[in-house]
């Protein structure tokens, strides 16, 4: 049996944990007990890792000076836990039959990105062939997340994987890909959920639904910025999840209004169910993330064990807007080519208070967006002056951003 140390097994809890959030979220979108069957197996090996790393950090203390640097490694491998937990809770949606609206499905189908899941077909386009030979992301908005192979996983796969027949792909991107995606597999062709064509007045079910969907979104971007905020130990990333979190904790507690209301308003209240358990879950989500980023707000060094399993860099990460006349606006992504120069890498895109995370190479941006990225720090002038800026530093050592010229 292969034996892992602790780097890796938290690199791999990390990714795992990550993972079963979008399965899980996919698995209500889809109402696919099978994908919340999958989170539920995933879990198993989540705990399993989860004891093997809090056995290998308890034999590696020797001394008081090491447990105190060892804590912050057993905080985070507990948050990581309490994320495949929540990743559980939310799955558990489907598989005890709680319900939720159907309006609910119709708004998360129609999100710019969505989860999906496919299986490959025996004599179709992706059948034994390498994933690299389809350019996923480019030809449809869609990236791999994981591969289902029998009973083993493959997480975050490269591109030299030969994809085989039954395989299941996990995938997450833009909806508008589906229908390409599902014809290489050869599976079925999909239909999305449709709303109900009639026009009605704003509901406080309405109100709900609304909220939880931004709930999901800001839950799964809390969790990514809080990682990239022990990668980086950077104290910025760390505030922005934080508040995230008291954003989080506002809207659940106007969910809860919300269905109270509607409840009272005649609605269905087994479908209800579903939309409180989701909250909590939402909501827990960004507990967790907090948990993890009060280790760089509050600690001084962090164990260097976290920064090399979840992505040790000297980079630095840096908040810059899209200015009006700046030469980014409206290009995608994959046209700024962005990580060969100034050699940054986006991690979250702010449009007006939602967040994208893990944007792809097809977003496009426009003025006023607030792009979070790392890079090299002798790449920050030039990131600044393609988003529109002249990058100063003041008399206190702080970064400055002016209008060019």
Request: proline letters at 5%; charged letters at 25%; hydrophobic letters at 45%.
């Amino acid at each position: 049996m292969e034996t892992k140390n602790l780097r890796e097994m938290l690199a791999e809890a990390k990714d795992t944990s990550e993972l079963m959030v979008d399965l899980a979220y996919a698995a209500v979108f889809f109402d696919d007990p099978d994908m919340a069957d999958e989170v539920d197996g995933l879990e198993s090996e989540i705990s399993e890792l989860v004891h093997d790393m809090r056995t290998l950090c308890v034999i590696a203390v020797r001394n008081p000076r090491e447990a105190e640097a060892m804590s912050a490694v057993l905080q985070v491998i507990s948050a990581v836990e309490r994320i495949g937990n929540d990743a559980v809770d939310i799955a558990r949606i489907v598989t005890r039959r709680l319900g939720i609206p159907h309006e609910l499905v119709v708004d998360m189908a129609a999100a710019e990105e969505i989860s999906h899941r496919v299986e490959i077909a025996d004599g179709s386009h992706f059948a034994n062939r390498p994933l690299s030979a389809f350019e996923l992301p480019i030809v449809t908005g869609l990236r791999v997340m994981a591969i289902r192979r029998g009973r083993s996983w493959l997480i975050d796969p490269k591109g030299n994987e030969i994809l085989q027949p039954t395989d299941v792909l996990f995938l997450r991107g833009s909806p508008d890909g589906i229908e390409r995606l599902r014809e290489l597999a050869g599976a079925s062709s999909y239909t999305p959920p449709v709303a109900a064509t009639e026009t009605r007045a704003l509901t406080d079910l309405d109100r709900a639904i609304d909220t939880l969907v931004e709930m999901k979104n800001l839950s799964e971007v809390a969790v990514g910025l809080a990682y990239s905020s022990l990668v980086y130990r950077d104290r910025s990333l760390a505030a922005e999840v934080r508040h995230l979190e008291d954003r989080l904790d506002e809207m659940n507690h106007r969910l809860e209004l919300w269905v109270l209301g509607a409840a009272g308003d005649g609605a269905d209240p087994g479908p209800l169910r579903g939309l409180l358990h989701l909250g909590t879950a939402a909501e827990d989500l960004g507990d967790q993330a907090q948990s993890m980023v009060w280790l760089v707000e509050k600690s001084g060094d962090l164990h260097p064990v976290l920064g090399i399993a979840l992505g040790d860099t000297d980079d630095v990460v840096v908040r810059i807007p899209v200015a009006e006349q700046s030469q980014v606006a409206d290009k995608t992504l994959a046209e700024l080519e962005l990580p060969i120069e100034p050699g940054f890498n986006v991690l979250a895109i702010d449009r007006g208070g939602h967040y994208r995370y893990r944007p792809r190479s097809q977003v496009r941006l426009v003025p006023g967006d607030q792009v979070l990225a790392s890079g090299p720090e002798e790449g920050r002038a030039a990131l600044a002056e393609m988003l529109g800026w002249v990058l100063t530093e003041d008399d206190d050592g702080d970064f400055v951003l002016e209008p060019l010229p």
